[in-house]
């Protein structure tokens, strides 16, 4: 499929559940067009990696995802030798008799024994074309890997010092997410084309769910989005993304709710809220208080 203008790529989105505004669309199409690695940051929640996930899926390629975390190097991003097998085959060997060992040590390191992980398999030809490569949560790693990191993306490369270098004959297609937790790098952030994901007005939110809950009554899918929207202007630890939002509506009809209520509300807050001190603020008469906020809001729309 190919993508031609910024209408393209939301139409493209679109066909995957994904609704987004012309902002997002034009900075995604640019990635795909320059071929450069697209920066998403934003609250958790706010639909960043499900933007690689709908590309991908669009575009029939295999998307490959490197969750970052704490401590993460580089040796776990790109590779490791399957040192169970090397041992099996020493053991091998050995029993035997008679084993050269250059020979045993060339044949021990080849790519029979090799595990890919995320960065090196995004180098490798695919099937359907480059590979989407999700390099999620970014900001839980530290400097050093960033520093690595920027290396690999700028040439698409990586090295195995027992192999040599190994080149992505294409480009994959990078989005980097970033929830930040803390500041990235602005060397990093320099090679791509970045975009804050903010979280959707009323109208996109409403958008939103037609798509990925289409079964829902209008009447209980406003109610939904006003309710949320409201709820993220109060004094929360983590406000409610776009996921919260669709989970809850998705519980909801499985209960066969057909409206709001203060009792349904604190039935089901679980879905919506995932920290005990934000959930107890809102039993008693604080979530009928939202509730009328959010119906006086429609009514007033």
């Known amino acids: 499929m190919t993508i031609d203008s910024i209408e393209d790529m939301q139409n493209l989105l679109a066909g995957q559940g994904y609704v987004c505004g012309r902002a997002l669309a034009t900075v995604g199409f640019l990635s795909l067009k320059l071929g450069r690695p697209l920066f998403l940051e934003g609250e958790a929640g706010t639909g960043k ?9 669009a575009l029939g ?30 053991r091998t060997a050995e029993a035997a008799g008679g084993a ?13 024994y090799l595990i890919e ?5 995004a180098m490798r030809p695919q099937p359907g074309g480059a590979p989407v490569l999700l390099i999620d949560e970014i900001d839980r790693t530290d400097e050093p890997f960033e520093a690595f990191l920027l290396e690999a993306l700028s040439d698409f490369q990586v090295t195995i010092p027992e192999l040599g270098t190994i080149k992505a004959p294409e480009p994959p297609i990078v989005i980097l997410t970033s929830n930040r937790t803390r500041e990235v790098h602005d060397a990093l952030k320099r090679r791509c084309l970045y975009h804050w994901v903010d979280y959707p007005t009323f109208d996109r939110e409403m958008e939103i769910l ?24 109060e004094d929360l630890f983590k406000r409610p993304g776009v996921a919260e939002t669709i989970d809850w509506a998705k519980c909801l009809l499985a209960l066969d709710v057909v409206a709001l209520s203060p009792e349904v509300i604190a039935d089901t807050l679980g879905a919506v809220l995932k920290y005990q001190d934000d959930i107890q603020r809102l039993q008693g008469t604080e979530a009928q208080r939202i509730l009328d906020e959010a119906r006086a809001g429609l009514e007033g729309a």
């Open 210 to 233: 037609h798509a990925r809950v289409p079964e829902a009554a209008e009447a209980l899918t406003r109610e939904v989005v006003a309710f949320v929207q409201r709820l993220r202007g």
């Open 100 to 112: 050269d060992r250059d020979l045993l040590r060339a044949e021990l390191f080849t790519e029979d």
């Open 117 to 121: 992980r995320p960065l090196l398999q």
């Open 61 to 90: 390629r295999r998307l490959i995802r490197l969750q970052c975390y704490e401590g993460l190097d580089a040796a776990s991003a790109v590779y490791e030798w399957n040192f169970a097998e090397q041992m099996i085959a020493i």
């Open 49 to 57: 990696t499900e933007i690689a996930k709908a590309i991908a899926a």
